[in-house]
């Protein structure tokens, strides 16, 4: 059994499989999104990032490692600093010996990392210490005080993804109350398929999707 990590932040843990990769990632590269912005300006795609907690940032600086307290400990986490800290993770990953497609370790359109681990045929432990390492010491912590920071990001793009989707099948003459992608007719699974990969691309989500308008499972 091939096994792979799919990792965008605090969203997903799925499993898949791309190539392996052992370049060096360059852990100070200027993404569009890495800019010194003030806390209160910080925008993503456009949209407004909420403002830290701090009550949480006091709660989990305690115990987390420090490169990650070193951002923290001025209670308020940047746009720049979150993607250093994912791009390190990536890089501790490599290091590690795992198989990491390094052209998506990068923020995605909900503003989280999102990239696969190719695990080859067995999840070894020595596997599983690796992660749980390279999380603990860049992004555990951090992860999760980002996830309240991009909530508004994520909400954004569930409800375009979801309107996209629903649309892509009323265009193929499907209804999301008939549930295509649980049909018994493949054709009807394929289209549900092809909608959400398209919107996966659409909206850059990786490997994640936010389902269909009017299934009963979203915003």
Request: hydrophobic fraction near 35%; proline fraction near 3%.
């Amino acid at each position: 059994m091939t096994t792979v990590l799919q990792v965008i932040s605090c969203l997903l843990v799925g499993l898949n499989i791309l190539a392996c990769s052992h370049d060096k990632l360059d852990v100070t590269q200027n993404h569009p999104s890495s800019e010194a912005i003030q806390q209160s300006s910080q925008k993503y795609s456009g949209i407004d990032l909420e403002e830290p907690d701090g009550d949480l940032i006091r709660e989990v600086i305690g115990r987390t490692s420090e490169p990650q307290r070193a951002v923290l400990e001025d209670g308020n986490l940047t746009i720049a600093e979150f993607e250093k800290l994912g791009l390190a993770e990536g890089q501790c990953l490599i290091d590690g010996g795992l198989g990491l497609d390094r052209s998506l370790v990068r923020l995605n359109g909900v503003a989280q990392f999102s990239y696969t681990i190719d695990l080859g045929q067995e999840f070894s432990q020595a596997d599983r210490d690796a992660i749980s390492r390279c999380s603990a010491e860049f992004t555990r912590e951090v992860r999760i005080v980002w996830a309240g920071m991009t909530a508004p990001i994520v909400e954004h793009v569930a409800k375009e993804f979801r309107r996209w989707t629903a649309g892509c099948l009323a265009e193929r003459g499907l209804a999301v109350a008939a549930q295509p992608w649980a049909s018994g007719d493949p054709s009807q699974q394929r289209a549900a398929g092809e909608c959400t990969r398209a919107a996966q691309e659409r909206f850059d989500t990786g490997n994640f999707s936010f389902g269909f308008e009017g299934d009963g499972r979203g915003p």
